[in-house]
T-cell receptor, first 112, second 113 residues
Framework: KNQVEQSPQSLIILEGKNCTLQCNYTVSPFSNLRWYKQDTGRGPVSLTIMTFSENTKSNGRYTATLDADTKQSSLHITASQLSDSASYICVVSGPGFQKLVFGTGTRLLVSP | GAGVSQTPSNKVTEKGKYVELRCDPISGHTALYWYRQSLGQGPEFLIYFQGTGAADDSGLPNDRFFAVRPEGSVSTLKIQRTERGDSAVYLC???????????FGNGTRLTVT
């Protein structure tokens, strides 16, 4: 069964600190992996998209990595800000189908 | 222009009633998706449109759920004989092609009492 597992389920860090969120998937065949940020009461917003040939992609203070061999991805947030408090969702898709498989997300709280 | 717009933002209905949820995608986006999100969960796929046609409706949970996109732009998700288990946030997303980011609306929070 195609699955996307994220860890930790929730995380609290101090403002200014770095953190790394993990995503493991079993979706096969694999086409691309996406990270989304979802603020409370809002729809998810795209952070990065990576295909199987890409190992890393950055978007400002967000850096995503991908190891297609071990089927693992991480999202690293540098110098966290209060506005980074949100759920971060890992989404994996395979070629030829549109049913993106969503993880349940990691809830990040950045505290002052 | 603006992003994906969903209306209403909140809908409370009684069990057994019929509801319609509307999605106005980004202009020019041919792909449109409906998802359902329960509290603490990731979005769950319902249906995908490419243009006017439903290219994949395998995520619709049963025949009480139906969606249309008659002119390839605005889409309506229709739920008949609502049940309390239908309560969730219904998200709509659009994209210009399958490898582009999905742009999500803020969702319609449906509560069935």
């Amino acid at each position: 069964k195609n699955q996307v597992e994220q860890s930790p389920q929730s995380l609290i860090i101090l403002e200014g600190k770095n953190c790394t969120l993990q995503c493991n998937y079993t979706v096969s065949p694999f086409s691309n992996l996406r990270w989304y940020k979802q603020d409370t009461g809002r729809g998810p917003v795209s952070l990065t998209i990576m295909t199987f040939s890409e190992n890393t992609k950055s978007n400002g203070r967000y850096t995503a990595t991908l190891d297609a061999d071990t089927k693992q991805s991480s999202l690293h947030i540098t110098a966290s800000q209060l506005s980074d408090s949100a759920s971060y969702i890992c989404v994996v898709s395979g070629p030829g189908f549109q049913k993106l498989v969503f993880g349940t997300g990691t809830r990040l709280l950045v505290s002052p | 222009g603006a992003g994906v717009s969903q209306t209403p933002s909140n809908k409370v209905t009684e069990k057994g009633k019929y509801v319609e949820l509307r999605c106005d995608p980004i202009s020019g986006h041919t792909a449109l998706y409906w998802y359902r999100q329960s509290l603490g969960q990731g979005p769950e796929f319902l249906i995908y449109f490419q243009g006017t046609g439903a290219a994949d409706d395998s995520g619709l949970p049963n025949d009480r759920f139906f969606a249309v996109r008659p002119e390839g732009s605005v889409s309506t998700l229709k739920i008949q004989r609502t049940e309390r288990g239908d309560s969730a946030v219904y998200l709509c997303a659009s994209s210009s092609d399958r490898n582009s980011p999905l742009h999500f609306g803020n969702g319609t929070r449906l509560t069935v009492t």
